[in-house]
């Protein structure tokens, strides 16, 4: 199997929105509503080495994104570092996440597509 090694494209001057590997297939979804999204599995299988925390927070930063994510230590992580993130419970809708991502305009240019 031959992976794709070169990095996922996303807009500097606007946010898109990862999520983490608990929300697997939920950028999916996302996508389908216009939302510029990914995933850590996603993003990993492009060959990014997202193993720890601090590699998926230090990707969120370097790319000008939006980490959705269930991890306490993530949220936490991304609070202590001023990174824009959004803390939901397990298999949230989308429509929830949509709700979260809205609320955020006002503090970031969230990308759709």
């Given amino acids: 199997i031959l992976k794709d090694k070169s990095k996922?494209?996303?807009?500097?001057s606007r946010k898109s929105v990862l999520f983490d590997e608990m929300y697997d297939g939920?950028?999916?979804?996302l996508e389908k509503k216009g939302y510029d999204a990914s995933s850590v599995k996603k993003i990993?299988?492009?060959?990014e080495p997202l193993q720890y925390d601090y590699s998926v927070l230090k990707?969120?930063?370097?790319?000008?994104?939006?980490?959705?994510?269930e991890d306490s230590e993530n949220y936490g992580g991304?609070?202590?570092?001023?990174?824009?993130c959004i803390k939901l419970g397990q298999n949230p809708s989308i429509e929830e996440i949509i709700k979260e991502l809205e609320s955020l305009k006002i503090n970031c240019n969230i990308q759709k597509l």
């Fill in 44 to 47: 990993r299988l492009a060959g």
């Fill in 8 to 12: 996922p494209k996303f807009s500097k």
């Fill in 78 to 84: 991304c609070q202590e570092n001023n990174l824009p």
């Fill in 26 to 29: 939920k950028d999916i979804e």
């Fill in 59 to 69: 990707y969120v930063e370097e790319n000008k994104m939006i980490l959705i994510t």
